[in-house]
């Protein structure tokens, strides 16, 4: 569900209806000019104005536009406490046990280098290495509903203090990073975000997220010893057997420690020189499903799927996992994934979480074409920070009110039913039918 245009009596229903929501967040703001900035941000955001920098906020609430930039970036007020706070309104609203984490990244350009973890890094924005600074998201998905539940700015290894080049302690200051703040990987920046939503009562049982998160082994396992069955994307690149290999035992004489077994290598292989390999996935059998409904129409994908050995340093890593091999039936691209289901897991479950990261994709679209996400022209750690934050409250709004007052009975009968593809099946006429039962 994406955002929609509203009728005049919806949205002066919906003005009411903000009020009351934003009231629930004042105790965290301290002050009333706080209070009155936090106010104007939320009309700014989800009003008709089209630039959504707070300069223009300001102006069309009739605002000194300087007090707007001082709210994000130097008055006191609580914004980690505002994230808990819509974190555990999701929960009590729409957490479930079958809801769906999806971790991901967004970037935004920047010019010049004073931005707060701004660097020459791989931009999505225009699709190359750039200058911009990159956030680490996660999402939050139950049914029709879909929020994102946190953000964080990452920060470069670039940013870190230098006792030998003063001008990094200089560019830290000017923007504002606590000292606490260093470099942290991606990957444990994501950690930490599932940790505190699941802290806040945030309930789910599973987790999907792309390669740059799934190609780390030791955040799939960390992620597991949360309790959560994940399906991440995998590079092509990642090793294994599709059989159990063979442990071979060296001969012991008796002497000293029993020599560790030795494995087999036989029919080790890429996930994706698996696809030819005899012993691998070449001879099974493609099934086809409808993952997504796009703007272009269905997109359907066909797959395979095995238990999998991961190897590392020459024997199995751990048990056995899901391989998922996914191909697009028009683009011919190939995705692989990795999940620690159970054994006895359907494939409709695997394919639905590992392909439900477009609805945080629809999550940063919204965010940026409707309420300025990217719009943002604040320098400072906290004042990036506090937008994230503040972005994900009105962006919750949005969707809380949409859900519950525009699609009604449509979105209760949507939430009573499956939310897995389905098997697509070839009519006589040769052309493909499949449904998703629950999303769109």
């Given at each position: 569900m994406g955002v929609v245009p509203l009728t005049g009596d919806e949205l002066l229903r919906a003005a009411k209806d903000l009020e009351k929501y934003l009231r629930s967040y004042d105790q965290l703001l301290g002050r009333v000019?706080?209070?009155?900035?936090?106010?104007?941000?939320a009309r700014g955001q989800l009003g008709p104005i089209e630039r959504k920098s707070l300069e223009p906020i300001a102006d069309a609430e009739g605002a000194n536009p300087r007090t707007l930039q001082f709210f994000f970036s130097r008055y006191?007020?609580?914004?980690?406490?505002?994230?808990?706070?819509?974190?555990?309104?999701?929960?009590?609203?729409?957490?479930?046990?079958?809801?769906?984490?999806?971790?991901?990244?967004?970037?935004?350009?920047?010019?010049?280098?004073?931005?707060?973890g701004v660097d020459r890094q791989y931009c999505g924005q225009s699709g190359k290495i750039d200058n911009c600074i990159v956030t680490v998201h996660l999402a939050y998905i139950r049914q029709d509903f879909?929020?994102?539940?946190?953000?964080?700015?990452?920060?470069?290894?670039?940013?870190?203090?230098d006792p030998g080049d003063p001008g990094v302690q200089e560019r830290r200051e000017q923007a504002g990073i606590p000292d606490t703040v260093v470099h942290e990987s991606k990957c444990a920046i994501a950690l930490r975000q599932l940790q505190r939503a699941m802290g806040n009562g945030v309930t789910g049982s599973f987790v999907s997220a792309d390669e740059g998160y799934g190609g780390k082994p030791w955040f799939r396992d960390e992620v597991a010893g949360l309790g959560l069955t994940y399906v991440f994307e995998v590079p092509k690149s990642t090793e294994g057997w599709v059989h159990e290999p063979e442990a071979i035992s060296?001969?012991?004489?008796?002497?000293?420690?029993?020599?560790?077994?030795t494995y087999s290598q036989?029919?080790?292989?890429?996930?994706?020189?698996?696809?030819?390999?005899?012993?691998?996935l070449r001879f099974g059998k493609w099934k086809m499903f409808k993952v997504h409904d796009g703007d272009k129409g269905p997109e359907v994908w066909e797959f395979k799927r095995s238990r999998f050995w991961e190897?590392?340093?020459?024997?199995?890593?751990?048990?056995?996992?899901?391989?998922?091999?996914?191909?697009?039936?028009?683009?011919?691209?190939?995705?692989?994934f990795l999940s620690n289901a159970p054994e006895d897991a359907r494939i409709e479950a695997l394919i639905f979480v590992a392909f439900s990261r477009w609805r945080v994709e629809r999550c940063f679209q919204d965010c940026k074409t409707e309420l300025g996400l990217n719009h943002a022209e604040l320098r400072t750690y906290d004042g990036i920070s506090r937008h994230l934050i503040l972005t994900a409250v009105n962006y919750y709004f949005l969707q809380d009110w949409t859900l519950r007052h525009r699609d009604g009975e449509k979105n209760a009968a949507v939430s009573r039913s499956a939310n897995a593809p389905t098997r697509?099946?070839?009519?006589?006429s040769g052309k493909s039918k499949a449904s998703i039962r629950g999303h769109k």
């Open positions: 000019e706080n209070r009155e900035h936090f106010r104007r941000f006191k007020w609580d914004h980690d406490g505002v994230r808990t706070k819509l974190q555990k309104k999701i929960a009590a609203a729409y957490g479930g046990p079958h809801g769906v984490f999806v971790i991901d990244e967004t970037s935004d350009d920047k010019k010049g280098e004073h931005t707060a879909h929020a994102l539940v946190d953000g964080e700015l990452f920060l470069p290894e670039s940013w870190n203090p060296p001969e012991w004489k008796g002497n000293g420690r029993p020599p560790k077994p036989l029919g080790r292989d890429r996930v994706d020189e698996l696809l030819v390999a005899r012993r691998g190897h590392s340093d020459g024997k199995p890593r751990g048990t056995a996992q899901w391989l998922l091999v996914g191909r697009n039936v028009l683009t011919h691209e190939v995705k692989y697509s099946k070839r009519s006589s």
